[in-house]
């Protein structure tokens, strides 16, 4: 059972459709996990859609729905961010650049830094390009607050030095640079969301972020105990995907120029592992499942959580969707989905 559209946009702030209808914005990697549910606020909203996607991390069904909805709202480019032509056709008299297309593996970055610079640093640079070309007047910039690093403050806050400590997290802060500096030098304004683990329907089990949800959700429908690393006291600001959104369209729609600010997006509640686990069971009916826990992993972080003061301040971004109530509509979409799964399964033996 997938989360009706409907559901997600009544949880937006509201008077923006006023202000995205009609609108036409591009959305960099709108075939993705949030990119595509941005995709689906912005054509309930009544938005023209151009996205450009390389579906290197996804799959055309992530936005058939959209295209089905709005076909003479929707455009889809498969092509990479770093192709110009390709570019500057996505972004033709767009107003707003959602910039969400990045290879989100942090092992991935690892294993390959230079892919990794490239698509995450230099693609960001050529979505900056081709939008200051076109004449956009703002470009959104999905940032990631893997740019705080080890930092062991809480909560984490804009002020605070960033440390990042992977490949990725050094891009995508680069990221940050890049749109303060064409905010400064070129007259288009930016404003970067630095995302705290987002999770919702559609987000694939291999995540490297909010793995954890999708993971324990698929081990306890399988009747599996899920693994904890550590002690599973760790703590994470687990935010729903409809508060990325609301942020990503409140961004696009302030009035007051943004001028290249970071901004932290997240639920500003700290939840320990264990207790996820527990959250998860309760709904799922399955508390008789013993967790499994298995040795730390090296390099993990163990606490973070956001705050969101400036956000509220610099766009009205409020994290409406609670852990609990995103959990419980994240949960019956993967249920859902592995009861399809299961039935297709018997249809074919
Ligand atoms: N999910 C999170 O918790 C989280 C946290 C922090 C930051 N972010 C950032 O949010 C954005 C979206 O993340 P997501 O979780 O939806 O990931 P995702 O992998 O589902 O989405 C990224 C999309 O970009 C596309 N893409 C990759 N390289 C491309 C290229 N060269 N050209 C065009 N398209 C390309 C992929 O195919 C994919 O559809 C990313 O920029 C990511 O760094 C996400």
């Known amino acids: 059972m997938s989360v009706p559209t409907h559901q997600a ?17 591009c959305v960099t990697g709108g075939a993705g996990f949030i990119g595509g549910h941005l995709v689906d606020a912005l054509v309930s ?36 961010i770093l192709d110009p032509d390709a570019m500057s056709r996505a972004v033709e008299g767009v107003q707003s ?6 290879l989100g593996s ?8 230079a892919r990794n610079w490239v698509v995450n640093a230099t693609g960001s640079m050529r979505v900056l390009q081709a939008a200051q070309n076109a004449g ?48 400064a030098c070129y007259g288009i304004d930016t404003i970067s969301l630095r995302y705290f683990n987002i999770f919702g329907s559609r987000q694939a089990a291999d995540s490297a972020y909010a793995a954890v949800i999708p993971a324990f959700v698929t081990r306890y429908l399988n009747a599996q105990s899920p693994i ?70 090296v390099g993990e972080v163990l606490h973070s959580v956001s705050c969101v003061d400036l956000a509220k301040a610099v766009i009205g971004y409020e994290p409406a969707t609670t852990l609990e109530t995103g959990l419980a509509q994240t949960i019956e979409w993967y ?14 033996s």
């Open 9 to 25: 946009v009544s949880l937006l702030p509201t008077g923006l459709a006023e202000q995205i209808a009609g609108r036409r914005v």
């Open 45 to 80: 909203l009544g938005a023209l859609v151009t996205v450009i996607d390389d579906l290197s991390n996804a799959s055309a069904r992530n936005i058939a729905q959209a295209m089905d909805r709005a076909p003479d709202r929707v455009r889809f480019i498969q092509a990479s």
């Open 97 to 102: 650049v959602f910039h969400l297309a990045a």
């Open 106 to 113: 942090v092992p991935m970055s690892i294993e390959d830094p």
């Open 136 to 183: 956009a007047q703002r470009v959104i910039y999905s940032a990631s607050s893997s740019a705080y690093g080890n930092n062991p403050d809480l909560p984490k806050c804009e002020s605070m030095a960033p440390e990042p400590e992977s490949p990725y997290a050094a891009a995508k802060y680069g990221g940050e640079s890049l749109m303060r500096s064409w905010a």
């Open 228 to 297: 904890i690393y550590g002690s599973g006291e760790q703590t994470r600001d687990f935010t729903h995907v409809s508060n990325a959104v609301a942020a990503n369209l409140l961004a696009a729609v302030a009035d007051e120029p943004l001028r290249g600010q970071v901004v932290n997006i997240g639920a500003g509640v700290r939840t320990s592992i264990n207790t996820l686990a527990t959250m998860i069971a309760e709904i799922l009916g399955t508390t008789d499942i013993k967790i499994q826990y298995a040795p730390e992993r």
């Open 335 to 348: 249920a859902g989905e592995y009861a399809k799964h299961a039935a297709s399964q018997s249809e074919a």
